[in-house]
């Protein structure tokens, strides 16, 4: 029941067995600490619930991560050389912070935060497996003309002096790897990249962030952002570009590897729930490194 069902209840559970005919016949009544001790003999623990939308395992997404890798696959196999650049926009403001803390028992844990917490600040980023290699701070969303000073600033940034305005098999081409938004498809977008041929883009299938590895890069410089303790804007402004300072090309290239993890799945079709693989450690021997594990089992 609870592998066919995570959100249920110990309640329902019992309801359940008292209501079944079949495999609990002979039991007429059980208590819900017995099913409780039960479940946690199985391993079976309370933990937080991921919601998956409804599309997430559609056909129609699961043909289009397929697509994708092959996409990123054939790109790999060209013989004009290529890096993967992915882009994509986040808003922070200083209202947010860690929600979560340490304190004796019986006492709140407490931060002191600014009354108020501004407008939005929102950052667009682009990582490859060398690092960071743009990031542009903006009051406000992001938009159109926003997007065009951001990969004009990127291509001065990705493409060395002597290069530009080169073409050829020869010179690396740059993948621009990012969502289909409206606004990462217009015609201005398009026409961009029309007259910047070494620049090209591909679209992410639709509810499949675990393809793309600036996600983690996101996440791991929101903590770095939360340790500046930014008391007002102009403070976050300058907490936001240090963030991205602290992250390495070695971070982003284990990020780029951990996100081509699912590649055999997509490529295979599966079904894909979480962000992360679903089973951390599928048997308990596993959860200890080698040797351990290999006397555990002996």
């Not at 039960?38 to 079976?44: A, D, V």
């Not at 004009?80 to 986040?90: A, G, N, R």
């Not at 090309?249 to 729930?273: M, Q, T, V, Y």
Request: net charge neutral; aromatic share 10%; charged share 20%.
């Amino acid at each position: 029941m609870v592998m066919a069902n995570n959100a249920i209840t110990l309640r329902q559970i019992r309801a359940a067995i008292l209501q079944d005919n079949a495999i609990f016949q002979n039991v007429n009544s059980i208590s819900i600490s017995t099913i409780d001790r039960t479940l946690k003999k199985h391993q079976m623990t309370m933990k937080q619930i991921y919601r998956v939308p409804f599309e997430r395992n559609s056909d129609r997404v699961k043909e289009l991560r397929y697509q994708y890798v092959h996409r990123i696959m054939a790109l790999e196999g060209n013989e004009t050389p290529h890096i993967l650049v992915f882009v994509d926009e986040v808003g922070f403001n200083l209202a947010k912070g860690r929600r979560r803390g340490r304190n004796i028992i019986g006492h709140w844990a407490t931060v002191d935060v600014p009354g108020q917490g501004g407008g939005n600040i929102t950052m667009c980023a682009a990582i490859s497996e060398n690092g960071v290699a743009t990031h542009i701070l903006s009051l406000g969303p992001y938009n159109t003309e926003k997007l065009l000073i951001f990969l004009d600033h990127l291509h001065f940034d990705l493409i060395p002096e002597n290069e530009r305005g080169l073409v050829g098999p020869h010179l690396p081409q740059y993948v621009i790897v990012w969502d289909n938004v409206n606004f990462h498809r217009g015609p201005l977008i398009r026409a961009w990249f029309t007259t910047h041929p070494r620049m090209v883009m591909v679209f992410l299938p639709p509810y499949s962030p675990f393809l793309n590895p600036i996600e983690e890069f996101f996440s791991a410089w929101r903590w770095r952002v939360y340790e500046h303790r930014a008391q007002d804007q102009r403070s976050l402004l300058h907490a936001m570009d240090a963030a991205c300072e602290d992250i390495t090309g070695d971070h982003c290239k284990g990020w780029l590897r951990h996100s081509r993890h699912f590649f055999p799945r997509c490529i295979a079709r599966e079904n894909i729930r979480c962000d992360v693989d679903e089973n951390l450690w599928p048997h308990r021997l596993q959860r200890v490194d080698g040797q351990e594990g290999e006397d555990g089992g002996q």
